[in-house]
Nanobody, 127 residues
Framework: QVQLVESGGGLVQAGGSLRLSCSASEGTLGIAAMAWFRQAAGKEREFVAAIPWSGGVAAYADSVKGRFTISRDNAKNTLYLQMNSLKPEDTALYYC????????????????????WGQGTQVTVSS
């Protein structure tokens, strides 16, 4: 069972930046697509960004396009989310997620495409 661990969350002022990281607690991320989702208090979890195993064309939610960048370093077994120009509405618990190998070459945006999830890291953006 792959266990994912997120880090890099924190408190930042509006307009600031944060970089989130996600790695496997043991071993590697493996051949899989990876994604970030987020859940704000009182709201459903929503898609943020996804990237295929090859690091090819990524997918983004409209709300973060042009501000967030997803990337991965397969040699370091780490997934990243660079978040710039943060807004108070970006405040949420951010989760990384991993597909099974069959989905590795895609960048799916639906939760049910992802088999493994981390515990989340909190991002709070103050106004």
């Amino acid at each position: 069972q792959v266990q994912l661990v997120e880090s890099g969350g924190g408190l930042v002022q509006a307009g600031g930046s944060l970089r989130l990281s996600c790695s496997a607690s043991e071993g590697t991320l493996g051949i899989a697509a990876m994604a970030w989702f987020r859940q704000a208090a009182g709201k459903e979890r929503e898609f943020v960004a996804a990237i295929p195993w090859s690091g090819g064309v990524a997918a983004y939610a409209d709300s973060v396009k042009g501000r967030f960048t997803i990337s991965r370093d397969n040699a370091k077994n780490t997934l990243y989310l660079q978040m710039n120009s943060l807004k108070p509405e970006d405040t949420a618990l951010y989760y990384c997620a991993r597909t099974l190998a069959a989905q590795a070459m895609r960048a799916p945006s639906r939760e049910y495409d992802y088999a493994h999830w981390g515990q989340g890291t909190q991002v709070t953006v103050s106004s």
